[in-house]
């Protein structure tokens, strides 16, 4: 099934997973942030599982979606290697001038303890 805006339900879990960061994670950040020190793990690993747990959890979308904004709060950062927990839920949803808009919150944590939380917030395509 495919997430359309009426299949989601503001308060309700969307999908929880026990995720691991890969171990080679800090290769593809350094990648994609060429002025990282190597090995020097700052906060762009942990947004990058972020977005990681986001794909993951909710799947399969439609395409065209647009994240239009994110706020978040990193409690600990990730680290290659680390297994956490992420879960996604619907915050809200609405339709606001003919575009469908959808509220995420994600949230990874380890151990019970919080590594960071998240609000998201998107057109959605269909």
């Given at each position: 099934m495919v997430w359309t805006?009426?299949?989601f339900r503001p308060g309700a879990e969307i999908g929880c997973a026990e995720m691991q960061v890969p171990d080679d994670a800090l290769l593809n950040v350094a990648a994609?942030?060429?002025d990282l020190?190597?090995?020097e793990n700052g906060p762009?690993?942990?947004i990058a599982t972020l977005m990681r747990a986001y794909?993951?959890?909710i799947y399969p979308r439609?395409?065209?979606n647009i994240h239009a904004e994110q706020t978040m709060k990193i409690f600990r950062q990730v680290r290659p290697g680390q297994t956490f927990v992420a879960r996604a839920t619907c915050l809200d949803k609405e339709i606001k001038k003919g575009r469908n808009w959808v509220v995420f919150g994600i949230e990874?944590?380890?151990g019970g303890k919080p590594l960071v939380e998240a609000e998201m917030r998107f057109v959605w395509a269909m």
């Open positions: 805006f009426d299949n994609a942030f060429p020190q190597p090995g762009e690993l942990t794909t993951f959890l439609p395409p065209g990874l944590a380890d």
